[in-house]
């Protein structure tokens, strides 16, 4: 006979349990729509970040989902009360933190992504970003403007001593990926301000403060003396009766948040927040555009939510312009500077702070980097326009829309030695992206007939491939008239015989005499620095299709030219025809 078994039964009392919880998770539910928090406070490219993040979120891939969890995390009030409490520990004693965040030693906190750079990953924008630097100091010099770059080191580099142990060994970290872009910008010629050498005597994490992504005013300071001694205010421009308040008060740590502990809660004070001076000067002491201060300050949130402005001022014992906006991409803040000048002649010199970390999203087809970087060429047309002479017409593919330079076509340096005329007429608003070897320049060309000028800025390889084209159904519809052109007068080019003074934005135009091609070729210019220090630049091209190339000299900071060679494929030396092409005014 089979056996029976006997299940128990339920008693009334198991469901208290589930019953509790069930009311606990709608009590705390209720709370957090009742009394929710604030978002926690962003600047910079932390808060650009959340943007991009809500934009991009989706239900399929899990997006959506880790931001509610997110949203969820960083605004529930009874979780921001609890869990601080637990993360804190982790954080601070573990050294455990979310995927965004790194701790370092005594507490402090990093940015993953921006101190996972590789030089691999630098070495791509080495030269993209000094060729880009010198294209649009090469615009501002034609308008009598001295463009001065101020590159802030990551916080990684700087406090590279706080970092945990072993995160130095990681393949993707490398602390001299700062120094290469730095070095990369001076031998190419640019004004660059070198933070490692303002830094250099600062205890190391000195400059940055532990719980945030922003510098200290310590590390202000230093910098500011160091602009301050490069590039000293003219005696007509010293001021000395600023109205300054200074003040103690505790320093930021947005990183705090990001982790998921509020600034203010008992959990922070497990962290090295510490405290800076704040230096803050009268509104009437910072010149307004219609005033036309000798110089101006451009910058990102570093100088927006920071005192850079009021250090800097202060070092150089001047009254500076001030125009600074937080999360802004590399080139925005300059292309603020002429927008605010727009019709009003520009200050004598424009110092542009940007964080380093920024150059990596230089040529990663971002679009707001795109639209900064094009803003800053279109603000700044060509007063003076020569065409190329040996330049043959692009291609054009069938049924418009796009426009081709084949590589080997146009030879230049590939920092805005040449530039492209284009010239669009279309019925009704089009857009139009021109695509270089590393980076693309996108813009909006308004109805009826423009022209706008973009300089040829490639980056490790030059002489590659250019191509124009319609994004939108009006520019596959309208007139196009594109040409390379030379920011010069018709009549400024000079013949160069030997060595010779030339000037820090001449260009050498060269023309074979015997033929150079199909093939490799290689050009070297030899000098020396107003200083007398040797300068040789080479440039190569894997295909050659064009009679000549432009090449800018401003790596010489206008000392002497004394020789040009050209190698072709085989080794053999190529006869040359040289000239000197002075800038335009």
């Not at 239900?59 to 804190?88: K, M």
């Not at 120094?179 to 910008?185: C, E, S, V």
């Not at 009021?310 to 925005?332: D, E, I, N, Q, Y």
């Not at 230049?412 to 857009?431: K, M, T, Y």
């Amino acid at each position: 006979m089979e056996e029976l078994v006997e299940t128990p039964q339920r008693t009334r009392g198991l469901t208290w349990p589930g019953a509790f919880f069930l009311a606990l998770l709608l009590a705390t539910a209720l709370a957090d729509q009742v009394a929710p928090l604030g978002p926690p406070r962003l600047v910079g490219q932390e808060r650009a970040r959340e943007k991009a993040l809500a934009g991009s979120a989706h239900f399929a891939d899990g997006s959506l989902a880790q931001l509610a969890e997110r949203h969820l995390r960083l605004n529930s009030r009874v979780r921001r009360r609890v869990a601080p409490y637990w993360i804190a520990f982790v954080t601070r004693y573990l050294g455990s933190a979310t995927g965004d965040v790194v701790v370092g030693r005594e507490g402090w906190l990093f940015l993953r992504d921006r101190a996972m750079i590789s030089a691999a990953e630098a070495e791509r924008s080495v030269a993209l970003m000094g060729r880009l630097c010198l294209a649009m100091d090469r615009r501002l010099s034609g308008r009598g403007t001295r463009l001065v770059w101020i590159p802030v080191p990551r916080k990684a580099t700087a406090a590279e001593a706080l970092l945990p142990e072993g995160f130095s060994l990681l393949e993707d970290f490398d602390p001299s990926v700062d120094r290469m872009l730095i070095d990369g910008l001076l031998g190419d010629g640019a004004r660059v301000v070198d933070a490692g050498r303002a830094w250099g005597e600062l205890p190391s994490g000195a400059s940055y403060l532990p719980l945030d992504t922003h510098w200290s005013d310590v590390g202000q300071a230093a910098l500011a003396a160091e602009v301050a001694r490069l590039y000293p205010a003219p005696e007509e421009a010293r001021f000395e009766g600023f109205a300054v308040t200074r003040r103690e008060e505790p320093a930021r740590a947005a990183l705090l948040d990001s982790i998921g502990i509020g600034e203010t809660y008992p959990p922070g004070a497990l962290f090295p927040k510490g405290q800076v001076e704040r230096v803050i000067l009268a509104p009437e002491d910072i010149p307004q555009a219609a005033d036309r201060p000798w110089a101006v300050l451009a910058g990102t949130s570093f100088t927006a939510d920071f005192d850079f402005h009021a250090h800097l001022s202060l070092a150089t014992a001047s009254r500076l312009g001030k125009v600074a906006m937080a999360a802004t991409p590399f080139g925005a803040s300059l292309a603020f500077v002429l927008a605010q000048y727009a019709g009003r002649p520009l200050p004598g010199t424009i110092f542009v702070e940007f964080p380093l970390h920024e150059m990596f999203m230089v040529g990663k087809g971002l679009q707001r980097v795109q639209l900064g970087i094009t803003q800053v060429f279109a603000l700044l047309p060509l007063r003076t326009a020569q065409p190329l002479e040996w330049a043959s017409p692009p291609g054009r593919a069938a049924g418009g829309g796009s426009f081709r330079y084949p590589a080997g076509r146009i030879l230049s340096s590939g920092d805005g030695a040449v530039a492209l005329q284009i010239e669009i007429e279309s019925e009704a608003p089009s857009r139009w992206e021109l695509r270089l070897d590393g980076i693309a320049f996108t813009w909006k060309a308004a109805p009826g007939r423009s022209i706008t000028y973009l300089p040829i800025v490639e980056g490790r390889e030059i002489g590659r491939a250019i191509e124009l084209v319609a994004l939108d159904p009006p520019g596959r519809l309208a007139k196009v008239h594109m040409v390379p052109v030379l920011e010069a007068p018709a009549a400024s080019a000079r013949p160069w015989r030997g060595p010779e003074r030339i000037a820090r934005d001449d260009v050498a135009q060269l023309q074979w005499i015997s033929r150079a091609g199909p093939g490799p070729i290689e050009i070297r210019a030899s000098g020396r620095t107003p200083e007398g220090d040797p300068v040789e630049a080479v440039w190569s091209f894997k295909d050659v299709q064009a009679p000549g190339a432009v090449l800018g000299l401003t790596r010489f900071r206008g000392g002497f030219l004394e020789g040009v060679s050209v190698t072709g494929p085989t080794g053999e030396e190529i006869d040359v025809d040289v000239r000197i092409v002075a800038r335009g005014d």
